[in-house]
């Protein structure tokens, strides 16, 4: 009965912990991706010919904070704007396309930050090719601040929960050490090493670790494979690569835990005195 308790108290402590992980790492790849959404518009000058054009995007995609470019033109740029107005701006003009060839660039995640646009913008701005660089700053501090915000209150409550899971795995370890302490202390006696005491309790563990281990990642993947189901949003956001992380970081965490908090627990009746073991 006690096995079964420790058991199920660790592998509530380590769905917990799973969770933590996934949440984090899902969190930070949301990030990501939003940040790498965000797009700058080069304005190139109109005497650019085409192979220069596509010479220069070339360019632009060799930069460390470039993630990907796409070129319009001015006639696509033109066909857009008539889509969209439902008339043609050059009926206005003489027949003069009033649109200029740009670039649309998605930066690196790293770079999507107030102080590397200004910087990147500054530099783009020098280049003769380009006219202007334009981007929406509100948009990018506004969205600097709430990812940054809602970081910390993931990493305060990853923090708490981390702190928890340790402290009622530490507690559950220690009951079930403590109901066999008439035992450590019997062996002590005998002259038992302390290795040979510490060796059935530390067996025990890692089978309650083990198992526990493979009851949380049971109940996680099906919750995740179920989530996945039913919005492809949440399959573009939990990868592969999460779930292998999450499965990995519970089965060490179980394993890492249940030692360490026996080997500790086991200790600290070994060096327990006579009259004490008794209170």
């Given at each position: 009965?006690?096995?079964?308790?420790s058991c199920v108290s660790t592998t509530l402590v380590l769905v917990l912990l799973g969770?933590?992980?996934l949440c984090g790492y899902s969190a930070n790849k949301l990030s990501k991706d939003v940040k790498e959404n965000?797009?700058?518009t080069l304005l190139l000058d109109d005497d650019l010919g085409v192979d220069e054009?596509?010479?220069f995007q070339a360019r632009l995609d060799a930069k460390p904070y470039t993630r990907s470019t796409t070129l319009i033109t001015a006639e696509e740029a033109l066909k857009e704007e008539t889509e969209r107005m439902g008339t043609n701006p050059t009926d206005f003009l003489g027949g003069k396309n009033p649109y200029t060839a740009s670039i649309e660039m998605n930066v690196v995640a790293d770079y999507?930050?107030?102080d590397?646009?200004?910087?990147?913008?500054k530099e783009l701005r020098e280049l003769w090719q380009v006219n202007d660089v334009v981007y929406q700053q509100d948009i990018v501090e506004n969205l600097n601040h709430t990812l940054q915000r809602t970081t910390l209150i993931l990493a305060i409550l990853a923090v708490l929960l981390i702190i928890i899971s340790v402290v009622l795995v530490n507690n559950t370890v220690r009951l079930s050490v403590y109901a066999r302490r008439h035992i450590i202390h019997t062996m002590r006696l005998v002259g038992a090493s302390w290795a040979?005491?510490?060796r059935p309790f530390l067996r025990r563990s890692l089978g309650i670790g083990l198992t526990a281990a493979l009851l949380a990642t049971a109940f996680l993947l099906a919750s995740v494979h179920w989530a996945r189901?039913?919005?492809a949003f949440i399959q573009n956001l939990v990868t592969n690569e999460t779930i292998a992380i999450m499965v990995g970081t519970v089965f060490i965490s179980a394993l890492l835990l249940s030692v360490v908090c026996t080997w500790f627990s086991v200790n600290h009746f070994l060096n327990m005195k006579e009259n004490e073991m008794y209170r």
């Open positions: 009965m006690q096995w079964f308790t969770l933590v992980v965000f797009t700058v054009t596509r010479a999507a930050c107030t590397s646009l200004i910087w990147i913008q040979f005491i510490q189901q039913q919005d």
